[in-house]
């Protein structure tokens, strides 16, 4: 109501974090069994799906931060 003409008036970003290229298979591990995954799970998702274990990681950290929510959004609600 208030908060939101505050915040672009002072500047406050509105964009989220980078979204992650969608993958069935990654998506179905982040939301059934592990957001952390560790490195045993990491090297068989690599093999399986003929990634390299960093660009796993960077989907994993990458959906992660896509459930935070905006600087906007957390200034908003603060107010």
Same mark, same amino acid.
């Given at each position: 109501?208030?908060?939101?003409?505050?915040?672009?008036?002072?500047?406050?970003?509105?964009?989220?974090?980078? @979204?992650?290229?969608?993958?069935?298979?990654?998506?179905?591990?982040?939301?059934?069994?592990? @957001?952390?995954?560790?490195e045993?799970?990491l090297?068989?998702?690599?093999?399986?799906?003929? =990634?390299?274990v960093?660009?796993?990681? %960077? =989907?994993? %950290?990458? %959906? %992660?931060?896509?459930?935070?929510?905006?600087?906007?959004?957390?200034?908003?609600e603060?107010?």
């Amino acid at each position: 109501f208030i908060a939101k003409p505050c915040a672009l008036g002072l500047k406050v970003q509105a964009n989220g974090p980078q @979204k992650a290229q969608p993958n069935a298979i990654l998506e179905k591990v982040f939301t059934a069994i592990t @957001k952390h995954p560790d490195e045993k799970r990491l090297e068989g998702l690599s093999k399986q799906l003929d =990634w390299d274990v960093r660009s796993i990681q %960077r =989907w994993f %950290r990458q %959906r %992660r931060n896509q459930e935070k929510p905006s600087t906007l959004t957390k200034f908003c609600e603060s107010m």
